[in-house]
Nanobody, 122 residues
């Protein structure tokens, strides 16, 4: 099965930027949509961004529109999440995910990575 490994998390000041990467390992037999979720301690899991296999369609919640950008490079089996103007309340564990249908990935996922911590300081 495909494994997802996130990287790029760390400490960033409020208003700063951070770029996350997600590498899918193993042979790919399905052209899956990829996306990102986040979960803060004591909070529910929250959808952050999703992108179709072709890269031609993306979804974002209103909370990150205009600040976050999701992209992918299928030749490298990698998805990215560029986060700009970071807010303190966005401190969370960020998870990479894959799903068969793009619209489904706004709420659920078939495959999950282990997560990478993002801490936004004041």
């Amino acid at each position: 099965q495909v494994q997802l490994v996130e990287s790029g998390g760390g400490l960033v000041q409020a208003g700063g930027s951070l770029n996350l990467s997600c590498v899918a390992s193993g042979r790919t037999f399905s052209r899956l949509a990829m996306g990102w979720f986040r979960q803060a301690p004591g909070a529910e899991r929250e959808f952050v961004a999703a992108i179709a296999w072709s890269g031609g369609k993306t979804y974002y919640p209103d909370s990150v529109k205009g600040r976050f950008t999701i992209s992918r490079d299928n030749g490298k089996n990698t998805a990215y999440l560029q986060m700009n103007s970071q807010k303190r309340e966005e401190t969370a564990e960020y998870y990479c995910a894959e799903e068969e249908q793009l619209v489904v990935l706004t709420t659920e996922a078939k495959y999950w990575g282990q997560g990478t911590q993002v801490t936004v300081s004041s």
